[in-house]
């Protein structure tokens, strides 16, 4: 089967803290990564273009609506759910209130403290993307 592509959210403040998300245990349904920390995202649709993807799934996780230009592509990366996980820093407003739709929490969080844990997807490679860009 071929992988699809994915859309993967850096949502930041000014103060540089990021949105993360717990996943949730699937609720009997096997997911990826349950109960594991990371960032929101998920599959660009066809015909959707990955910025679409990215807007379209923080509206539905977050109710948290952003247009393209708050957002910058900032690089790619393959793994075990995607040919492509196209990486979006999208900036947000410092009072920027998420309402959760989908995982079992949220929380802002600095890069050091998002370093720190056990991500899914291999995300510690966008922490270690970010943190050799900074």
Request: proline fraction near 8%.
């Amino acid at each position: 089967m071929k992988k699809p592509n994915s859309a993967t959210v850096l949502l930041q403040r000014p103060d540089g803290s990021i949105l993360m998300q717990l996943r949730d245990d699937g609720g009997g349904t096997p997911i990826p990564y349950p109960n594991m920390w990371n960032f929101p995202g998920g599959i660009v649709e066809p015909p959707e273009k990955p910025i679409e993807a990215a807007i379209r799934e923080t509206a539905e996780e977050f109710e948290i609506s952003l247009k393209a230009t708050d957002c910058k592509e900032i690089w790619r990366y393959t793994h075990e759910h995607a040919a492509s996980d196209h990486i979006f820093l999208c900036k947000v407003p410092a009072d920027t209130m998420p309402v959760l739709h989908e995982g079992a929490d949220w929380a802002w969080m600095t890069l050091s403290e998002i370093a720190e844990l056990d991500l899914g997807f291999e995300q510690a490679k966008i922490v270690a993307y970010m943190l050799s860009h900074k």
